[in-house]
């Protein structure tokens, strides 16, 4: 089965510089790659996704690469601000039918220090 | 739109007792999962939903949980008797039919078994 290793586990910054996020995945099958948001206590949310047929998707702040040749995936998070603090989860799944067998990453604890 | 609805969002058990979740989806989500999510870990599916079935429940400790889906809405997620090492944030999620790579969580339940 899939299997989705994320790293690293802790990552703290200087508000306005970039984080970025690195996952990778075992399963050649899987095309679909949503990131989610937790903050403390609350629910994780979708923030962006990506599917296997582009390599690099952006949405203001925040964009997600692919290579899938070597299985890895990437968020990336420029001008950091301390509302970005949280936990940032990658998954991988099959797109459209595997959405249920979503596998998620242990997560990252994203602290951005004003 | 209102969001997955659960409770109690806080539970404190001493162990050997029964404890039990409750879960409303987004109305029209016919399929609904059940995450387990250890501190520091990513969300780990118990059971997964279409409408009252279980389609996939291969990951449930059979032993001492329970879920049950009666009338394909609303969930409930039972564990008796409850173990130590069962603390952690129990997560109710939902999707729209065919699109399971959307998934929609709840806030979760935080149990913690003394």
């Known amino acids: 089965g899939e299997n989705v290793e994320q790293h690293p586990s802790t990552l703290s910054v200087q508000e306005g510089d970039s984080a970025v996020i690195k996952c990778t995945y075992s399963?050649?099958?899987?095309?679909?790659f949503p990131w989610y948001k937790q903050e403390l206590g609350k629910r994780p949310q979708l923030i962006i996704d990506?599917?296997?047929?582009?390599g690099e998707k952006k949405d203001q702040r925040i964009a997600v690469t692919l290579n899938k040749t070597a299985k890895h995936f990437s968020l990336h998070i420029t001008e950091t601000q301390p509302e970005d603090s949280a936990v940032y989860f990658c998954?991988?799944?099959?797109?459209?039918?595997?959405?249920?067998?979503?596998?998620f990453g242990a997560g990252t604890r994203l602290f951005v220090k004003a | 739109e209102a969001g997955v609805v659960q409770s109690p969002r806080y539970k404190i058990i001493e162990k050997k007792q029964p404890v039990a979740f409750w879960c409303n989806p987004i109305s029209g989500h016919n399929t609904l999962y059940w995450y387990r999510q250890n501190l520091g870990q990513g969300p780990e599916l118990l059971i997964r939903y279409e409408n009252e079935e279980a389609v996939d429940d291969s990951q449930l400790p059979k032993d001492r949980f329970s879920a049950e889906r009666l009338k394909g809405v609303d969930s409930t997620l039972k564990i008796q008797p409850a173990e130590l090492g069962d603390s952690a944030v129990y997560l109710c999620a939902s999707s729209l039919p065919g699109d399971g790579n959307t998934i929609y969580f709840g806030e979760g339940s935080w149990l913690t078994v003394v």
């Open positions: 990506i599917r296997s047929n582009v």
């Open positions: 998954a991988a799944s099959i797109y459209p039918t595997g959405g249920f067998k979503t596998i």
């Open positions: 399963d050649s099958a899987s095309n679909y």
